[in-house]
């Protein structure tokens, strides 16, 4: 049986700021460092096969905490970046709402009328479409064991929806994991089947 555990990064400057990061990075917050040490006490006694990490800094450097003193390799997988929001990245929501206020109400409220052309964006049909590439990657090179991803928001909310065999005009639905919680998926007979959402125990 195959286990995965999908991690979103610990909190970041830009999460407390409310400003949107997508591809752009923005460091770990001293909570956010403080989040990833706890998840990493919480799972020491997992024994992981392969940790598959975000190539975006605040994901990686999230990953580098919760591994800790062990001695596992990294693999960046590209498909599971977060959103990539073209110049509206690095700015504030208000600011985002008010220069793109249609496109903002659907980013929030309809996936499927999110069109982010506007500002060189990557729509929500773009997203689906590349972290299914991510998630066929990964089943077709563990058959079993412990797996750990470290990802972002938007994308495991894609990942989830994908998972739960939701279509897009659902999308917007889906909750969003919090930071460093832990999403326990089993992928047995070619399936997939979410066993724990967005599981903050460690920061109890």
């Not at 800094?57 to 990953?63: E, P």
């Not at 309809?110 to 964006?121: E, I, S, V």
């Not at 990802?151 to 917007?172: C, M, P, Q, R, Y």
Request: charged letters at 25%; proline letters at 4%; aromatic letters at 10%.
């Amino acid at each position: 049986m195959l286990r995965i555990y999908f991690v979103r990064h610990g909190e970041t400057v830009w999460n407390t700021l409310k400003i949107f990061q997508g591809r752009s990075n923005s460091p770990l917050t001293n909570l956010g460092v403080i989040q990833a040490k706890k998840l990493s006490n919480h799972l020491k006694d997992l024994n992981f096969s392969k940790i598959y990490s975000s190539p975006l800094d605040r994901a990686i450097s999230t990953t580098k905490l919760i591994i800790g003193d062990r001695n596992l390799e990294i693999i960046p997988i590209d498909e599971f970046q977060e959103i990539g929001m073209g110049n509206v990245e690095g700015i504030p929501r208000d600011d985002f709402e008010k220069n793109y206020p249609i496109e903002y109400h659907n980013f929030w409220n309809d996936a499927a009328k999110y069109n982010p052309t506007a500002y060189h964006g990557e729509s929500y049909l773009e997203v689906l479409e590349r972290v299914q590439k991510g998630l066929n990657k990964i089943v077709s090179e563990n058959n079993e064991g412990n797996i750990l991803v470290i990802s972002h928001g938007v994308t495991l909310k894609a990942i989830f929806n994908i998972i739960n065999n939701k279509g897009i005009d659902e999308f917007s639905k889906q909750p969003v994991p919090e930071n460093t919680s832990t999403t326990i998926v089993e992928y047995i007979d070619k399936k997939f089947k979410i066993i724990k959402f967005s599981d903050t125990e460690h920061l109890k």
